[in-house]
Nanobody, 124 residues
Framework: QVQLVESGGGLVQTGGSLRLSCAASGRTDSTYAMAWFRQTPGKEREFVATITWFGMTSYTDSVKGRFTISRDNAKNTMYLQMNNLKPEDTAVYYC??????????????????WGQGTQVTVSS
């Protein structure tokens, strides 16, 4: 079994920065891709960014140039550095894991494991 735990959310003003972390535990002996999604009330879970085991990254257009996804495989931890935050970035952010080496998978249905989410609120 795999457990994912997010941290680092909070309240920030427009233009501010936050760094989210996602720590994985349990079965971590295989290659896997990880991703960040976000969700607001009444809306579907939205893809934000993904990173493969080997470090290839992909982002949704609205965060390109502002967010950076990274991972430390030795620590089984993934990060999301969020700069120049905007009110429309307000959401619950979830980390997810997908076993294998596929690149650029954006559908939440393709991910096997999920964290509990961390709230990010950007005030205007």
């Amino acid at each position: 079994q795999v457990q994912l735990v997010e941290s680092g959310g909070g309240l920030v003003q427009t233009g501010g920065s936050l760094r989210l972390s996602c720590a994985a535990s349990g079965r971590t002996d295989s290659t896997y891709a990880m991703a960040w999604f976000r969700q607001t009330p009444g809306k579907e879970r939205e893809f934000v960014a993904t990173i493969t085991w080997f470090g290839m990254t992909s982002y949704t257009d609205s965060v390109k140039g502002r967010f950076t996804i990274s991972r430390d495989n030795a620590k089984n931890t993934m990060y999301l550095q969020m700069n120049n935050l905007k009110p429309e970035d307000t959401a619950v952010y979830y980390c997810a894991r997908r076993d294998g080496v596929s690149f650029g998978v954006t559908s939440p249905l393709e991910y096997d494991y999920w964290g509990q989410g961390t709230q990010v609120t950007v005030s205007s």
